[in-house]
Structure formats: C-alpha cells, structure tokens
C-alpha cells in the first residue's frame, strides 16, 4: 500500500548478462542431453553390455566370419570345378576324396583363423574405445 | 443472489487504497558492466548460429554413423575387398595355366585363395564396425566438446584389409606346391606340353 512520499524506491537489482549467461548454460546441457547422451549410452552398451573382454558386436561378428568363409571356399569348389571342365578334366572318386580332406582341412583352419581375429579384433576395439574414446569423455565431463 | 452480494464483502479480498502522495520512482540496478552484457550477447548469438548451422550437421553425422554397421555397408565393403584381392591376383586363366606347370591342378591355389578371400572379407566386416565405433566415439567427443578426428573412408577399410592377403595365398600355394610337386611333375610336364602346343 502506497503511503506518501516521493522516495526513488530500487524495486528490482538486474544482472542482465548473467542471467543470460545461466540461460545458456542450460540450454547447453539441454542440447547434450537430448541429442549426445543418448548416443554415448548406445555406445557404452555396446562396448560394455556383453561384460568380459567382447563387446555386444561380437555375436554378429562371429556370423559374418563363418559366412565369409563357407562363402569363400564353396565359391573356390565351384571355380575349380568349371576350370577343370574348361580343361576337359575331371577327377575320380579317390582325387574328390583327397580334394574333400585338403578342402576340409584348409577350410577349417581359415575358419580358425576368421574366428580368431574376429574375437581379438572385437577384444582390440573395446580396449582401444575404453582407454581412448569414453576415458576420455569421462575426464571431461 | 442479491443477499450474497450484501454479505460478499466479508469474504472477499480486501482492496486497500494507497493514500495520497506524490510520485514513487523505480529504478533498475543493473549489476553487469557494458563488457559483461556484450559478451553474454555475443555467446548467446553464436550458440543461436550453431543451433541453425551446426546442429543440423551434426544430426545427419549421427545418422550416417548409425547407418554405418547397416548389412549394406559390409556387403560394400567386403566386395570392395574381394575385387581388390582378384585385381591383384591377376587373370584366372593365367593362374590356371601357370600352375598347371607345377602340380595338381591348381588345388592348392584355390584353397589358399579361398582363405586369402575368407580372411579379407572378415578384415573388410571388422573394419566396418569399428569405423562404425570410431564415428561414435566422434560423436562422444563432439558431444564433449572436442573436435570429432578423422574418420577413415571406406575403401581405406577395404584397402587395408585386402593388404598382404595376397602375398599370404602365394606364400601359401607355394610352400604346398613345394611339398607336391615331387607327385605332380609327371602330370605337370604334360600339362605345360599340352598348353605349348594347343595354346592356353
């Protein structure tokens, strides 16, 4: 309620620049957080999900090397044999069989192989984003 | 009605009436020197300008990085890779013809390209992913703050993982035509007799 006077009376302290100042800073972390965070926790699931030394890629990882190389020793079977027909070759029972047993034996060891990197590879990636990647977006923040 | 109108008085809020007086002044403090509001401006001006020009930028990275580990990507990828083993292993014909010199017909040569192939393909689909990882930790650091780094192309990927497979498979066929070709000079020397006279 007003009383008499002519008082100058500071009804209200503006500190214009550093409310736009906070005003920024949240809309900053607002940013962040909808559109960076959600990534950095697909990547942490990924990277961590599976626990122990793989990541969460490695299942499919593991299924594309075993088809790389089914894939690439029947497409070696299939050539051969339409090159030894271009040659007018053929082989008997006891050649195929010999063929059986190099082709089975070359393929597993290649599948050995595939497997194994695929396994080190994935062991590599996940250290490699541990100590590099999220380390140091952990040390930032 | 009209009782409650005589008797909302007692019920209503009380108005108070200020009594005379002359002239009440307010005035703004205002606590930020002219430096301290230009600034604030200034960065609320360039986070507007990142909004509008970055931002949509960044979101269609995001996208493309998501879209990185996508089935087509590998399939592009591990195709770039087995071109790149055929082109340098040369023509079919020749390698046939060439081993036909030394030993069975060409058995060895088609299970050690077979692997060299398998083991591109595997590198090519690992790449792939971890292209995908490394596009993502950039998104990490660009949400951080720090700059994103390079990420390596796609047929950089495909490059590398076809390097050195080839000298492997030749590695390979040669140590096994090594221990064969004692068993497949007799066939060998036909075979190169034959492609003399006929032709490859």
Known sequence: MGGGGSNSVPSSVDMVASAKNADLINQQWADYQTRFQPQEANLVQQVNGAGGLQTTLLPQEQARATANVNNSFDSAAGQQTRDMARYGQSMNAEQQQQLATNTGLAKSASMANATNTTTQTDQDMKNSIMSGGLGAASGAV | ?200
């Open chain 2, 1 to 200: 009605m009209a009782l409650f109108k005589q008797w909302a008085w007692l019920i209503m809020p009380h108005k108070f009436y200020g009594g005379g007086g002359s002239t009440t002044t307010t005035t703004t403090y205002n606590q930020d020197n002219p430096q301290q509001q230009a600034l604030a401006d200034v960065a609320q001006k360039k986070y507007d300008y990142y909004q509008a020009n970055y931002v949509p930028l960044e979101n269609q990275w995001m996208s493309n990085v998501s879209n990185m580990d996508s089935q087509a990507n590998h399939d592009l990828a591990t195709g770039m890779a087995a071109n790149s083993l055929k082109q340098e292993a040369g023509a079919q014909t020749q390698t046939a013809g060439s081993t036909m010199q030394g030993g069975r017909m060409m058995q060895g040569n088609y299970l050690a390209g077979a692997d060299a192939l398998a083991n591109a393909e595997t590198r090519a689909d690992m790449g792939t992913t971890n292209r995908m990882l490394q596009g993502e930790q950039g998104i990490v650091a660009m949400g951080q703050g720090q700059s994103t780094g390079a990420i390596e192309g796609l047929g950089s990927v495909a490059a590398q993982s076809v390097h050195g497979q080839n000298a492997n498979m030749e590695h390979a066929f040669n140590q096994q035509q090594a221990t064969q070709g004692i068993y497949g000079t007799g066939l060998g020397m036909a075979a190169a007799a034959g492609i003399n006279k006929y032709g490859s």
